[in-house]
């Protein structure tokens, strides 16, 4: 049985932290329709193809473009990998991963408890965090 306190407190620094952001082709599709750009508009401009998909390359001192003053701008469509974030397989199953991870997410170990059944609908895309099923984060 894994549960595991989170609520998120909004402070932004996952996304800008330094790093990739993954879009499956589906979620980058997504992500253009939501922002009524035409896909190849996007990816030129933010994105780089990897695998079947996409990838953003977020640099030190230089957040997610997708990052606004109040949050994502996609929120309702961002994906997966944030959608999830930080309920990670390998933050979960690896032993410490998940307090070490509170070193860059202030909101681990904070608010509601997740079980593992809530934690398996977040990552099957059946559920979502408690923040997610309201505002943008
Ligand atoms: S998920 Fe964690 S790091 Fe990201 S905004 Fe919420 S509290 Fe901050
Ligand atoms: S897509 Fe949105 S949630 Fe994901 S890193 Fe970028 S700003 Fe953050």
Redesign the pocket.
């Known amino acids: 049985m894994t549960s595991r306190r989170f609520e998120c407190t909004r402070c932004q620094r996952?996304?800008a932290r330094p790093g990739q952001?993954e879009f499956s082709a589906p979620e980058a599709f997504l992500a253009a329709s939501f922002l009524q750009l035409p896909l190849a508009e996007l990816t030129e401009a933010y994105m780089q193809p990897e695998g079947d998909g996409w990838i953003?390359d977020?640099d030190e001192g230089s957040?997610?473009p997708?990052?606004g003053k109040d949050g994502?701008?996609?929120?309702s469509v961002?994906?997966s990998?944030?959608r999830t974030y930080p309920f990670w397989p390998e933050l979960i199953d690896e032993p410490g991963a998940w307090q070490a991870e509170a070193a860059w997410c202030e909101g681990i170990g904070q608010g509601p408890v997740y079980d593992d059944d809530a934690i398996a609908a977040i990552l099957n895309g059946e559920g979502d965090t408690f923040e997610n099923d309201s505002e943008p984060?």
């Open positions: 996952c996304c952001v953003i977020v957040p997610c997708f990052l994502c701008v996609i929120h961002k994906p990998q944030c984060s």
